[in-house]
């Protein structure tokens, strides 16, 4: 299946209200097109876990594996990019979840896929996404403390850590 | 009046710091074992001791500025890392007004030099392991072995490790005169070479008992958590993205992929061994296909890059296989000369998150030899 055809199965499946559109390349314009690879199925936030779960065990779906999770920074809103493949058929898809940049949070698919643990903590240290339900949300790859967001588009790095100049 | 014999033996769980500077821990990682006598009760890692925020880092370079980075993600394999940002962008920007056509001969020299790092990549990894099981001796040889690629490498690119040689549109310089009888020489002395290493640890007696059963991760539970690469393949998965999804010129080579079967330590070891004789097996082929084709004489090693690099707008996910695993970047492009955000799905991170359960009730000098076992590199997992 193609991203346009597992976009329409999930709209079967959820209805618009949670799968609210599909992002896709835009070549209308040879001189500046938009590219998106692979198109991007818009999910609410809120069902994001079960769209995650019914993407997995889904017959005709069957995306079985996480391949990256991206956290970006749009400006009014951050997002989640889910990027899946399916080691049983072959395809793949990816979602995506927009939140307000005041309220970032995102319900946890670590439970879906175990891989996700670990990138939810590091899109949490770095672009301070709240995933909520996550088992562990430690700071992961920032020491224990520290301020900010840094991937963020406005980050500004704090004066001092713990005493240090920063930087340094 | 004596103490009652079960008071007088209470044991009580130990926690063990290990790392952050432990040799058997290739590079900065720090566990923290919560420990019963010998006994693993868990594992918990410790990340990020080397985190420079190279996605921050991208934000602020122009594309061709980049690859240098990449290099610095994992030091091992840095052939790898930069074919699979410059295939990124690359593809991103073969969807605009502005392609770029990779001239033939640099689409061999990428599989070449891609391969030859596999092979230093697959020896470090070798070396190591010896070491952290307790044999010296294979590191020797191990490392005399990379030395020779290092040297083939530091003559075509003029470094040894963080090379910046594979670029947007082709690679930075041609092969230098002579060279190709030089790797041809290297190929023939390299190829009954893995025999050696495996009369030397992979049937040693000690080793297998260290190994075998140890740190056993199924297929599902592989792709459950994210597992790539050697790892992967090790469990009985023949998945590799140069079959898979060929990028580049993988498609024109002979190669098999090498599996394991019960997905233990000893089967990842052994996927690495049997990959460096494929590897030759690939580098061979790519040269016997640039002399059919009359391209040793030829001068075009790099497309015509002219300007600013400036990707059509959008966002677009690659991933290529690196020695590691799936090595995946995440570019979002604003139109601009400068990326929007860069993300890498890095193998070691997915590999590295699924320790903590496989430790548990194993004794401690079995993490070790599962750490060894998953290859993994710090400079990529931090970032």
Redesign the interface.
């Known amino acids: 299946m193609t991203p346009e055809e597992i976009h329409d199965h999930l709209l079967d499946r959820f209805g618009g209200d949670v799968v609210t559109g599909l992002v896709q390349s835009d070549e209308s314009d040879p001189k500046s097109p938009v590219i998106y690879d692979p198109a991007q199925s818009m999910i609410g936030a809120s069902a994001i876990a079960d769209v995650a779960m019914f993407c997995r065990d889904d017959d005709a779906l069957r995306l079985d594996a996480l391949m990256c999770l991206s956290a970006l920074d749009r400006g009014a809103h951050l997002s989640v990019v889910y990027n899946l493949h399916s080691m049983a058929h072959g395809h793949v898809a990816a979602l995506r979840v927009d939140v307000p940049r005041t309220a970032a949070v995102v319900p946890s698919v670590e439970r879906v896929w175990t891989t996700a643990s670990w990138h939810e903590r590091e899109a949490h240290d770095l672009m301070g996404i709240a995933f909520s339900g996550h088992s562990d949300l430690r700071p992961l790859i920032l020491p224990e403390g520290w301020e900010g967001y840094p991937l963020r588009k406005d980050y500004e790095a704090q004066e001092y850590y713990r005493g240090m100049k920063v930087p340094f | 009046m004596a103490e009652p014999a079960t008071r007088a033996l209470r044991t009580d769980t130990m926690v063990l710091s290990m790392g952050p500077q432990h040799p058997s821990t290739h590079g900065v990682l720090r566990l923290e074992l919560m420990t019963d006598g010998e006994v693993v009760q868990d594992a918990i890692p410790h ?2 001791y080397l ?1 420079r ?1 190279f ?2 880092y991208a934000e602020n370079l122009t594309y061709p500025q980049i690859i240098p980075y990449t290099d610095r993600m994992d030091y091992i394999a840095a052939m790898n890392n930069e074919l699979g940002f410059v295939l990124t962008v690359e ?2 920007l073969g ?3 502005r392609p770029v056509e990779v001239p033939e001969k640099a689409e061999y020299i990428r599989v070449i030099v891609c391969e030859l790092n596999r092979i230093a990549s697959h020896l470090l990894a070798f070396g190591t392991y010896g070491l952290d099981i307790g044999a010296f001796t294979p590191f020797l040889y191990a490392f005399r072995d990379r030395e020779t690629i290092l040297e083939l490498f530091e003559e075509l690119s003029g470094a040894r490790l963080l090379y910046n040689y594979i670029r947007v549109g082709g690679v930075a310089r041609d092969f230098p005169p002579e060279f190709h009888h030089r790797l041809r020489r290297f190929l023939d002395y390299f190829a009954p070479q893995v025999d050696v290493y495996d009369t030397l640890l992979s049937n040693n007696k000690i080793f297998l008992e260290r190994t075998t059963g140890i740190g056993v991760l199924g297929v599902d539970d592989c ?4 597992w790539t690469g050697p790892n992967i393949r090790g469990a009985g ?1 023949a ?1 590799d993205l140069r079959k ?1 999804e060929p990028y580049s010129i993988y498609d024109r080579f002979d190669f098999a992929i090498p599996v394991g079967k019960n997905g233990d330590c000893w089967d990842r070891y052994m996927v690495r061994m049997n990959e460096m004789r494929e590897s030759v097996k690939i580098a061979r082929q790519a040269l016997d296909q640039m002399e059919e084709r009359g391209l040793l004489e030829d001068e075009n090693f790099t497309a015509n890059v002219r300007g600013t690099l400036r990707p ?8 290529t296989e690196t020695p590691r695993g ?1 090595l ?1 970047y ?1 570019i ?2 604003d ?1 601009s000369d400068r990326p ?2 860069v ?1 890498v ?1 890095s193998p070691c ?2 590999a590295l ?2 320790l903590r359960d496989m430790s548990r009730g194993l004794l401690i000098a079995d993490v070790v030899a599962i750490i060894g076992s998953i290859d993994i590199v710090m400079g990529e997992i ?1 970032r």
């Open positions: 990340i990020g985190h925020n996605e921050k593809k991103l969807r605009g007004p792709i459950q958590n994210g998965l998945w898979e059509p707008a959008g966002e677009i996910y690659m991933r799936d995946g995440y979002h492009s139109g929007a955000r993300k799905r991170f997915t998150s699924a931090d």
